[in-house]
């Protein structure tokens, strides 16, 4: 482990033995079209296939497994509208835990109704919406996190959920084997930081990169100015990467070991999102497609490498989707 | 062995021997959600995945690979508009003889791409292409056939098409163990009836129940009747079963082994295909989601049992998915 690191790879590795039996160990897929286009031998790593439909589920688990009792009985709070509150939601449920999801009304009605799916007949367990225009999600959360005694976990810059997130890469390597390189989307930078380390610790000499969209490249500022830098929200359709800014604990892991960051536009995710449906019979939701976009759309040459991608998830409006699709 | 059928257990054992490292081993999937809703244990064969995007490549392939060293020589003929075209112009191709493809001047755009890919620079070979209401294709088939010393390969009614396509049923049991019920759809005939008898050959005791579309039930009419009844082109968006007759070599496979015939809707059909893109996160053609329609629409009750469900394909153009995706 890499000294003043939030994680290292016994973390990681820990996290996948917590999370045997729970996760779905997810599919490395391959396509000849791929491997003929960019030189490469890519595997790409179906996140879209996971529980709830997003890696997020994996650091989310983690995290609330190693509550102590006192922890669990008082239950957890979440603040997100997107993937994290589904795998909070879920998480708890499975741990039988009480949950408070604090989501924005105008949340996307699918995820609304599958985090409520989720909390559905738990005592002390509810989703508290709020304005955001006019009120402070956070303000609300520690409030109810204070009054009922529980303990609020973040989307990403979180040891636990980290290491959880790292789980997906490991998985990957164990069944494909070393790789040269592995490409990760970036949002707040939980998925690449566990994957980092992950790689890093079974396949020495790898180089990780990131992917962020080009509206948002915050983490790409921040690798170049050696601080965090903060945005404002981006336009992009990769919803799951409108970060402002990463966190310290994720911020720390990337500079330590990831190469660089690339960035790629929206056109570019919707060329990919129809690669992939059209090709390889998936559906992956505009952030899923941030990764794969660099590489198919020549972000970064990698021929003649063995590449991981990350495919982090699949929950997109399908309605939204098939309007992205007909273009 | 049934006595009298054109293919036993042997055939399909033999057939996944000669496709071993050749196919795809697509993923058996599952979803919490099919098995609350069904209360059966459902397993997905996941045929979309396969390579050219359905089952048809493991029949075709099968099929050639059985070819004399001077029938591979002349080569292979076959007329279709759809995945058997890809199916027979990949196995061609990758055995290394030469294949013509008859398909009619109005195929889909994507269709006459693919095939014209995968021919594309092999000698002796090309797409010819007709016009569907004043000309023959079996009468071209025929002709070129005749000239050029070449073998036809219909697309269901052959022993070894039949068996190569039981591989993927053979597969499935292989990795989730003995089937209860296996539902499989049906055009011509070829899919279930190789499934069956790979089933029945592994699973003994299990129900093989066909699925048709409502608009096009010549089969179910047909076991009814002790006979095979001819239709008319039916009216449905599930394109790889608008067959007017089933053969008559997998029909008599299909009295021995099959239980029954369920029918289903378009409207279903489109339901089933929203089912995977939103909660599978998976593309499937409409032919491909009618054995899943039978069962999640209603049309049996499996409760209780191990039921393998094939997903036939998922070649489907994709502007035409996002339209029936917004209904």
Request: glycine share 12%; proline share 5%.
């Amino acid at each position: 482990m890499t000294p003043n690191l939030a994680i290292g790879f016994a973390d990681v590795a820990a996290a996948a033995g917590r999370l045997r039996g729970v996760v779905h160990r997810t599919p490395a897929r391959t396509s000849r079209t791929v491997d003929e286009r960019t030189g490469a031998q890519v595997y790409f790593k179906c996140e879209n296939f996971q529980r709830m439909g997003a890696f997020k589920f994996r650091g989310a688990y983690n995290a609330l497994a190693r509550f102590s009792p006192p922890q669990r009985e008082a239950g957890v709070i979440a603040f997100s509208s997107g993937n994290h509150a589904q795998a909070i939601a879920l998480s708890a449920r499975l741990l039988g835990m009480p949950a408070v999801i604090v989501m924005p009304q105008d949340a996307p009605p699918s995820k609304l109704a599958a985090t409520r799916g989720y909390l559905q007949g738990r005592s002390g367990s509810e989703i508290v919406l709020y304005d955001r225009y006019t009120q402070d999600r956070e303000a609300i959360g520690r409030r109810i996190a204070a009054e009922r005694g529980m303990t609020l976990i973040p989307p990403f810059d979180h040891a636990d959920v980290m290491a959880g997130q790292g789980t997906a890469a490991l998985e990957l390597i164990e069944d494909v084997g070393p790789l040269d390189a592995l490409l990760v989307c970036v949002g707040g930078g939980g998925l690449i930081s566990g994957s980092a380390v992950a790689a890093h610790g079974r396949s020495p000499g790898v180089r990780v990169w990131g992917v962020e969209p080009e509206a948002g490249n915050d983490v790409q500022q921040s690798l170049a100015r050696g601080e965090i830098v903060h945005i404002d929200t981006p336009r992009t359709i990769a919803d799951g990467a409108q970060t402002q800014a990463c966190g310290a604990l994720t911020f720390a892991v990337m500079q330590a070991l990831v190469s660089g960051v690339l960035t790629v536009s929206d056109a570019q995710l919707i060329e990919t999102m129809r690669f992939f449906g059209e090709r390889m019979k998936m559906v992956v939701e505009p952030t899923g497609c941030l990764a794969a976009a660099a590489l198919l759309e020549g972000a970064i040459d990698l021929r003649g490498q063995r590449v991981g991608v990350l495919l982090s998830g699949g929950n997109v409006d399908l309605a939204q989707y098939a309007r992205w699709l007909q273009g």
